[in-house]
């Protein structure tokens, strides 16, 4: 408890140290593309479900707010109140997320990565060839998040204030999530699908509802990035950045909520940081790297690394119990 | 539920008249008629291969019958769903537990317990204090794995995975639970206890054992069925059984495979 305290303080406190880029470009994005791999850590850490179509949830809820609110394109933009935008973005991501579980619940491991990824690639395309509602390969422009009076979303800190919210409800909703009946049931079906389902569970249905949860967690995260960007086209919801979706949540682990953020930080920098060391094209060189040596080093991530150090520096003082044999365990607060 | 359904006359819980199952040109189990009265505590002998887990399968409705009909308290629930079996008051452990690893003992009790209560889509924690909760606690106590109840089930001893099975057949008021080689695996002191478990079961809960320790089935069962090539093949008292030459041929002699 004490550790989440201290955190939620420095990132309170965050934009007040820093000026508006980290506030905005690294701050508030990296929230939001932990809060899109949030989405996918649930699915993939707690369901067995690990799916690349994460993004395409996210981008169906960016897309809708383009096409139902404003923009300035001249495509569609029908100009509804930004609140009635909003639900039905987060409605739809939802739907849409529920269907895509509903195709792809049935499969196991790499066929469910592979349905997923084919959903992915097939919106993209989609969306690139359709003029009429999503303006193709231009995509849709001039999308603005709602002004309440003189505060405006889009100003660094209070959007950075929008996205750490959104952040942390989700977080702390997974992790109450995590030990409610629902959660318990999923992990269960992760670990024994037809135990599960001798017991009286209706695992598919558990699993198109974890998909439907997944989709408002990843729906949401999808509007505050169009806000972000102001913008949507079909190179914000391409595989590239599906894949990256799926490095996020990998580099920080997919045991804990917290790995996703952990994640999406550390993507974050590299993708600001890492350009100016070396240039555009070796950039996903370095993350390639990084990725491997991650996983390499830590099948769970960076928070695995973090358990693995303090386990040794633990077994370097004398131990006043048994060693956790669980690393699991670090992260139950019961 | 079964409450308000008028008393059945039938003094059986379970009956099975010539079921059977093939796989493809295999006969696993040929036509089996079998009747088990309630509270009955019966074990099944049988070489490996003879058809017991397969028997169990057709029972539980893990996978379908070939041909004839199983009644669980004289209603007809041949076509039924396990977990519509489980509801019933039907239950069973694995002879390979069925465990959910990385979730913890307590966890894992009551998931079972939930599966047969309803309500299993709850976004809501359920508290220690919750029914639900005392009965899987309860359960867990039923075969003393009280020390292990926060322990993820991964980190169990093959014994206490044992121990667990069994407390997830447990949960929900079971009327007839379907033990298939509860003691497999155990050292000489955990069959012991397991022997005083089974013995110590509340009256009304009625079992089939499948075991291959004579020792152990012999103690806990008032009938014994001796199963072989997919029939039964012989049924008697303990002591009739012991004492049985062709059953002490089939136990001692290899020529079945
Ligand atoms: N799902 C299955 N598919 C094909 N053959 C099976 C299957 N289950 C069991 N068998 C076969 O049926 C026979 C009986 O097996 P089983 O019921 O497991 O025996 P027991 O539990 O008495 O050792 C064996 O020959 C086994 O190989
Ligand atoms: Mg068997």
Redesign the pocket.
């Given at each position: 408890m004490g550790k989440y305290i201290v955190l939620a303080a420095l990132l309170l406190a965050y934009p007040t140290f820093v000026g508006d880029f980290f506030t905005f470009q690294i701050g508030a994005y990296a929230l939001l593309l932990g809060t899109v791999a949030l989405s996918l850590q649930v699915l993939g850490g707690y369901g067995g479900m690990v799916s690349l179509s994460q993004l395409t949830v996210a981008g169906i809820a960016g897309y809708t707010v383009a096409i139902l609110g404003d923009n300035t394109t001249n495509v569609m933009g029908l100009g509804w109140p930004w609140w009635c935008v909003v639900t039905a973005a987060i409605a739809i991501a939802a739907i849409a997320a529920s269907l895509i579980g509903a195709i792809s619940v049935r499969t196991e491991g790499i066929y469910t990565i592979m349905i997923t990824l084919a959903i992915a690639v097939s919106f993209f395309y989609f969306v690139r060839q359709n003029y009429p509602v999503f303006n193709g390969f231009t995509g849709l422009a001039g999308v603005e998040p709602p002004r309440f009076g003189a505060l405006y979303l889009r100003d660094p800190a209070p959007f950075y204030y929008l996205s750490l919210a959104i952040a942390a409800v989700f977080f702390w909703a997974v992790r109450y999530e995590r030990h409610a009946t629902f959660g318990l049931a999923l992990q269960a079906i992760r670990d024994n699908p037809r135990r599960m389902a001798a017991l009286g569970y209706n695992v598919p249905l558990h699993r198109v509802a974890a998909h439907a949860l997944a989709g408002v967690i990843a729906g949401t995260a999808g509007v505050a990035l169009v806000w972000f960007n102001g913008r949507i086209s079909p190179g914000t919801v391409g595989v590239d950045v599906a894949i990256d979706i799926l490095i996020i949540a990998v580099i920080g682990g997919m045991r804990h909520p917290i790995g996703p953020f952990i994640g999406a930080l550390v993507f974050v920098l590299l993708e600001n940081f890492a350009i100016d060391l070396i240039d555009r094209e070796r950039f996903n060189t370095v993350i390639g790297l990084c990725f491997l040596a991650i996983v390499f080093l830590s099948p769970d991530g960076l928070l695995g690394l973090f358990d693995k150090a303090r386990q040794a520096v633990r077994a370097d003082t004398p131990k006043p119990q048994e060693p956790r044999k669980h690393p699991d365990k670090l992260h139950h607060n019961r | 539920m079964n409450q308000v359904l008028p008393p059945n006359p039938n003094p059986n819980i379970l009956d099975l008249s010539g079921v059977g199952r093939q796989?493809?040109a295999?006969v696993?189990?040929a036509g089996i008629d079998l009747h088990i009265k309630r509270q009955e505590r019966r074990a099944m002998l049988?070489?490996?291969?003879?058809?017991?887990?397969?028997?169990f399968?057709l029972m539980t409705g893990d996978?379908p019958v070939s041909q004839g009909t199983i009644h669980f308290k004289g209603a007809d629930v041949t076509v039924l769903k396990p977990q519509d079996r489980v509801r019933r008051g039907l239950r069973r452990t694995y002879?390979i537990s069925q465990l959910f690893g990385l979730l913890s003992v307590r966890e894992n009790v009551y998931l079972a317990a939930r599966g047969i209560a309803g309500n299993r889509f709850s976004l809501i924690r359920t508290q220690a204090k919750d029914a639900l909760m005392q009965e899987a606690e309860n359960c867990i106590s039923a075969v003393h794995l009280d020390d292990a109840i926060e322990t993820e089930v991964g980190n169990l001893s093959h014994g206490q995975q044992r121990q667990l099975e069994i407390a997830m057949a447990l949960v929900g008021k079971p009327e007839l639970i379907l033990f298939?080689e509860p003691a497999a695996g155990l050292s000489p002191t955990e069959r012991r206890d397991l022997v005083r478990l089974l013995k110590g079961l509340p009256q009304e809960i009625g079992f089939i054992i499948?075991e291959h320790d004579m020792d152990v089935a012999l103690q806990v069962a008032d009938l014994v069925s001796v199963?072989h090539d997919?029939r039964i093949f012989k049924e008697g008292t303990p002591d009739e059984i012991e004492n049985d030459d062709a059953v002490q041929a089939l136990y001692l002699g290899d020529g079945h495979g």
């Open positions: - | 796989f493809g295999l696993a189990v049988g070489s490996n291969g003879a058809g017991k887990t397969t028997l399968n996978i002879q298939d499948i199963m997919g």
